[in-house]
């Protein structure tokens, strides 16, 4: 499957605290994105890091990226109950026709 | 940033029938794309719809099952045809503008139920 994997499968935590989520992908990217869905339906754009950045941050997320592990982190700080979703994240690989694959996933219950 | 409008938003159909889903943009847009995400699962491509030709199916899904259409940049269609169970899901309809804006933007899904 050309499917990254994420983990934690799921998250649950106390608000205020933060959360991190982790995300490995297999190919070579142009860009790794980060979206949010709540209860299943559309998903929400959230943060692009591209494949020449290491991190980036907006408002309470910071992103990373190590291109040599294939890997991101999304960490969320001082969360809230509102941040309950599910997260995903998603490549657009340097080889094949353009495209985006997503992660397994991350659900995050943060409880209040 | 484009907002995409997609219907029906559900339905719950019949073993053997076809269930046309609409996409429409609110600005035109080079890419579009259709997913699938099963219940508790994570979102798998089926196929970029291109405007003028045919579509590019992903491994696993073929253009007689799920035929897609797309006239022009703002719109398309996904076909589910000759419906069995195992295709209840949600399809999501996306987009962006390669080159200008690589965010992607989604419909709210319609959520299909096949009995």
């Known amino acids: 499957s050309q499917q990254g994997e994420e983990d934690p499968q799921a998250l649950s935590i106390q608000e205020g605290e933060n959360a991190t989520m982790n995300c490995s992908y297999k190919t070579s990217i142009n860009n790794l994105q980060w979206y949010r869905q709540n209860s299943g339906r559309g998903l929400v754009h959230l943060i692009l890091i591209r494949s020449n950045e290491r991190e980036k941050h907006s408002g309470r997320l910071r992103v990373t990226l190590d291109t040599s592990k294939k890997s991101s982190s999304l960490l969320i700080t001082a969360s809230r109950a509102a941040d309950t979703a599910s997260y995903f994240c998603?490549?657009?690989?340097?080889?094949?026709?353009?495209?985006?694959?997503f992660g397994t996933g991350t659900r995050l219950k943060v409880l209040a | 940033s484009a907002v995409i409008s997609q219907k029906p938003s559900r339905d719950i159909c019949q073993r053997g029938t076809s269930l046309t889903i609409q996409c429409q943009v609110d600005s035109q847009v080079t890419m579009m794309f259709w997913y699938r995400q099963q219940p508790g699962q994570s979102l798998t491509l089926i196929a970029t719809a291109n405007q003028g030709s045919e579509a590019t199916y992903e491994s696993g899904f073929v253009i007689d099952k799920f035929p897609i259409s797309r006239p022009n940049l703002t719109f398309s269609t996904l076909t589910v045809s000759n419906m069995s169970p195992e295709d209840s899901s949600i399809y999501l309809c996306s987009a962006n503008d390669r080159g200008l804006n690589e965010k992607l933007f989604f419909g709210s899904g319609t959520q299909l139920s096949v009995l």
């Open positions: 998603a490549t657009e690989s340097t080889s094949g026709t353009y495209k985006y694959i």
